[in-house]
């Protein structure tokens, strides 16, 4: 084992990650003091060469996400980033040293990726925002509207029908969240979720200011327009469920496995056929339904901004469908069939 050429030892192929692990961990020679040099430069990227002989080994994961919290407790396995080369991509946890394009000496680069917190965490922060804060609009807590208008409510009943389709949306995120998806990464930088909340929550401040404002105008076309809304929303909303459904049955608790989603038994996953991220097609339906509904301006906005980034999300998982499954269905399209 070296690191940054001040030490060098041979690791052999019959070696236990424990026994790595207390190589390195008594490695205190590294630039006076085992941990001094990542201290100062851990968003850089460090190196770590590992020599052996070529024969089985133990998993990657194993043996470098666990060596190096021995320099500095703080860097756990999560918040490592494993590479081949200083700008390549990360390497995954379960790739096998032997079977990386590697010689009978491996140099391997360790970035920080900064301190990480669960996607569950995330998800569960990003959408109990919106709940609660839509619903103090709703209710007219006071220091939102004039004071007259406080804890008043509104005389329009598509008013009282967007906040129990709001307040159903992000109950339907949270319960998903906790007991229907499973994530392929445990978790994310922390400082995303600052950004994510801004989003998330700024949306969701701004919409609801103006569809619970004591001036709000229902939609020109009245009901009509209203249960036409209803009916695409609540369509979409059950589709996005089903699609999250179809998903996690293709991933086996604890397990990163990637498989190809087909349509199953259940009609909203037909679409399956033609879009690789359907999750996505039925999430924007549901919110096109609630600007028809609302017919305010902020959800419009809020729906647009959403498409876009959807977009980007899809584009990149159909591209990852087609890099890893040649076999991959060639009519299917990212986010919306035959157009994009």
């Given at each position: ?115 990480q917190i669960s996607w569950v965490t995330v998800f569960l922060t990003e959408y ?135 349509p199953t038994k259940n009609p909203f996953t037909w679409i399956f056929l033609l ?16 600007t028809l509904m609302t017919q305010c301006l902020p959800v419009a906005f809020f ?38």
């Amino acid at each position: 084992l070296t690191h940054m050429g001040k030490e060098s030892r041979d690791v052999e192929p019959n070696a236990t990650i424990g026994e790595i692990k207390s190589m390195f961990h008594k490695s205190r020679e590294f630039n006076g003091g085992g941990g001094d040099w990542l201290s100062q430069h851990g968003k850089s990227t460090d190196s770590c060469s590992l020599s052996l002989p070529p024969s089985p080994f133990p998993k990657l994961a194993s043996l470098l996400s666990s060596v190096f919290p021995f320099i500095d407790p703080k860097w756990y396995p999560t918040r490592q980033s494993i590479r081949l080369d200083a700008k390549g991509k990360s390497l995954k946890d379960e790739d096998v040293l032997q079977h990386l394009p590697v010689g009978t000496t491996a140099t391997l680069y360790f970035r920080d990726l900064g301190a990480q917190i669960s996607w569950v965490t995330v998800f569960l922060t990003e959408y109990a925002g919106p709940l609660l804060l839509y619903l103090m609009f709703y209710f007219r807590v006071p220091f939102i509207y004039a004071p007259k208008y406080d804890f008043t409510t509104s005389k329009h009943w598509v008013v009282h029908l967007a906040c129990m389709c709001h307040s159903f949306h992000y109950m339907k995120r949270l319960l998903e969240t906790l007991f229907v998806h499973r994530f392929s990464h445990g978790t994310m930088p922390l400082r995303n979720i600052f950004k994510n909340c801004t989003y998330y929550w700024g949306f969701a401040a701004w919409m609801a200011y103006y569809i619970n404002h004591p001036l709000y105008t229902p939609p020109i076309y009245g009901e009509q327009q209203i249960r036409l809304a209803l009916v695409m929303f609540l369509f979409c909303q059950i589709g996005n469920f089903s699609i999250h459904i179809a998903l996690r049955n293709l991933r086996p608790p604890g397990s990163k496995t990637r498989k190809i989603p087909y349509p199953t038994k259940n009609p909203f996953t037909w679409i399956f056929l033609l879009v690789s991220c359907p999750n996505y097609t039925y999430e924007l339906g549901s919110w096109l339904g609630f600007t028809l509904m609302t017919q305010c301006l902020p959800v419009a906005f809020f729906t647009v901004v959403g498409f876009f980034q959807m977009t980007v999300w899809a584009k990149g998982k159909h591209r990852s469908y087609l890099k890893e499954f040649r076999d991959y269905p060639p009519l299917r399209s990212p986010i919306l069939p035959f157009v994009l």
